[in-house]
């Protein structure tokens, strides 16, 4: 059981998409990741998924209706529905997913991480 620096850890992170484990309650990961310009559409059958926003602004889009994060605002996504994150600028995001959740969903392309590294 040790402290867990979040500037620290986001410092070791230099691509956008790409999260990083840096512990694990539960069946879940609690992760952090960096986010600029807009991901892709996709949906996580099986799990629900929690955005809180570090530093900077994240839009999650969503069918029909657009949310804005701004620091130190979080949700939580349920399993099952269809979503987009967009980034204007650099926006630093912890995610507390299942250790099943694969970042793109049910969508597999460049952005699809698989092999998570744990800093």
Known sequence: MNKINMKEK???I???????????????????AKFKDEFVWHVHEN????????????TIKFRGKDVVLNEHECIIIPRGVEHMPFAKEEVHVMLIEAKSTLNTGNIEN??????LETI
């Open 14 to 32: 230099d691509n956008y998409w790409e999260p990083k484990i840096i512990g694990e309650a539960n069946d879940s990961y609690v992760k952090l």
């Open 110 to 115: 460049e952005k699809t991480v698989k092999d």
């Open 47 to 58: 799990e629900d998924e929690m955005f809180y926003i570090i530093k900077g602004t994240l």
């Open 10 to 12: 986001l410092r070791l």
